[in-house]
């Protein structure tokens, strides 16, 4: 009998999703909602294993114990790679357990970060993460840098004084803006407006992250307990990576943040990265910029947008920034931030 693979349509098909959900509790593994496409491995007309994507990441990744360590998971691993390659990607990555790396490593993958025993994360490119690191590496110049992390969504005053700040204090700053498309100004948006409101700084280098540093959204948790626990090792995985690879590529020794007391989440993230920097990097927390006494902040923007206060948001944002606001692109953007509500 061999095995056999099929689509799972589990946001369809209640009956595949139940076997789906009882595969993964199984193994300990939760449901997660971030799933663009699930396979499942069948033997004998039974779901034995079963794996997911989200994008370009593998994830929810289940076997059933009869047939652990033979061809199964082989076989899954090879299609959902197949899949990725198949949809227009030439990179692949996955977050897993130590003990399940060995399996990706077999299928071509390499690490680039973990977090002691709960969580490596691994790559399989064409131009992967050592090119990334090649070209950030040609972008370096001698003196002190420093380096800020943000999504920018989309970009504000805020965000300008932070950058003013680094800028000021160090001889080159390398500005890294989110390359994840979930966010409601797109990945290309976003990083365009950050260009321009930083184009009066010229030790400024804007970069996109690529695919090495994620948000909460595509970051799994399905093998992880609960969610403090999830934010705290994608906080510390991100550091480890920064710290360890991004970092002295392009000679980043000191790394500026907003402080966000009103967000625990925000709060977590700084301090492991108080941790795992001690040493190396210097953290270095700002107070956040306030307008009429409340913080400036992207979703406070966003916020206005959709209830239709363009004006208003104006006192938020660099004129770079409202100027693509009422431009025709803008305006649909935030015809399509006000339909969704």
Not at 47 to 53: H, K, M, N
Not at 250 to 264: C, D, K, Q, W
Request: hydrophobic share 40%; with cysteine; charged share 25%.
């Amino acid at each position: 009998m061999e095995y056999e693979i099929r689509r799972l349509w589990i946001d369809r098909d209640p009956r595949q999703k139940q076997l789906w959900q009882n595969l993964l509790q199984s193994g300990g593994i939760r449901p997660e909602a971030a799933i663009s496409y699930c396979a499942g491995l069948f033997f004998e007309d039974r779901l034995v294993a079963t794996g997911s994507l989200y994008q370009n990441i593998i994830k929810c990744v289940a076997v059933s114990p009869a047939h652990q360590g033979g061809k199964a998971v082989s076989i899954l691993l090879s299609h959902l790679l197949s899949t990725v390659m198949e949809n227009g990607s030439s990179s692949c990555y996955v977050y897993t357990k130590p003990q399940a790396a060995r399996s990706f490593e077999e299928l071509g993958f390499s690490e680039l970060a973990r977090v002691d025993d709960q969580l490596v994360f691994m790559e399989r490119a064409i131009y992967g993460f050592p090119q990334y690191l090649k070209d950030l590496e040609r972008q370096r110049v001698p003196g002190r840098a420093a380096g800020i992390v943000m999504n920018a969504n989309p970009f504000t005053l805020g965000h300008r004084y932070l950058a003013e700040r680094a800028a000021r204090e160090n001889e080159t700053l390398h500005l890294f803006v989110l390359s994840e498309e979930l966010s409601a100004f797109p990945a290309a948006t976003r990083l365009e407006l950050v260009r321009r409101g930083v184009q009066h700084l010229p030790n400024v280098r804007v970069h996109p992250t690529g695919d090495y540093m994620v948000s909460a959204k595509t970051f799994p948790s399905y093998f992880l307990k609960e969610d403090v626990q999830v934010a705290k090792v994608q906080a510390t995985l991100d550091a480890i990576l920064f710290r360890d690879h991004i970092a002295p590529a392009a000679g980043i020794t000191r790394r500026y943040v907003g402080e966000e007391p009103l967000s625990p989440v925000t709060q977590l993230y700084n301090e492991s990265m108080k941790e795992v920097f001690h040493g190396a990097i210097d953290l270095v927390i700002l107070p956040r910029v306030e307008q009429g006494g409340n913080v400036i902040s992207a979703s406070r923007v966003r916020d206005l947008l959709r209830r239709g206060k363009t004006e208003e948001a104006k006192e938020l944002v660099p004129e770079s920034t409202y100027a693509y606001l009422i431009s025709p692109e803008g305006k649909a953007l935030i015809q399509k931030l006000q339909q969704e509500g």
